[in-house]
């Protein structure tokens, strides 16, 4: 069982910078793979990034792609997105979510959720 909580949304001007964290409980934390993912109203959840259960591998979606960074410290069970260059289409909830498998692109992948964090661009 793995429990995520997401910090670090809130409201930034266009252009500016947010990181978000997931923390993850319970000692297993490095034996997944971990997602980024974000839903605005009205629309489809949609993938951000994903890393490797040991960080040597990321991947990312095309619209954030060169603007985000995704992060992780498994010494302290935490998974980073550094989010630069914000646009207003940005804005959505933000959630991490945690993995046993390869198909990291796409929700029902995913074992595990946190609650979303509120990430809000201005113009």
């Known amino acids: 069982q793995v429990q995520l909580v997401e910090s670090g949304g809130g409201l930034v001007q266009a252009g500016g910078s947010l990181r978000l964290s997931c923390a993850a409980s319970?000692?297993?934390?490095?034996?997944?793979?971990m997602g980024w993912f974000r839903q605005a109203p009205g629309k489809e959840r949609e993938f951000v990034a994903a890393?490797?259960?040991?960080?040597?591998?990321?991947y990312y979606g095309d619209s954030v792609k060169g603007r985000f960074t995704i992060s992780r410290d498994n010494a302290k069970n935490t998974v980073y997105l550094q989010m630069n260059s914000l646009k207003p289409e940005d804005t959505a909830v933000y959630y991490c979510a945690a993995t046993t498998g390869v198909a990291w692109r796409f929700p029902r992948e995913y074992d595990y959720w946190g609650q979303g964090t509120q990430v809000t661009v201005s113009s």
């Open positions: 890393i490797s259960w040991s960080g040597g591998s990321t």
């Open positions: 319970g000692r297993t934390f490095s034996s997944y793979a």
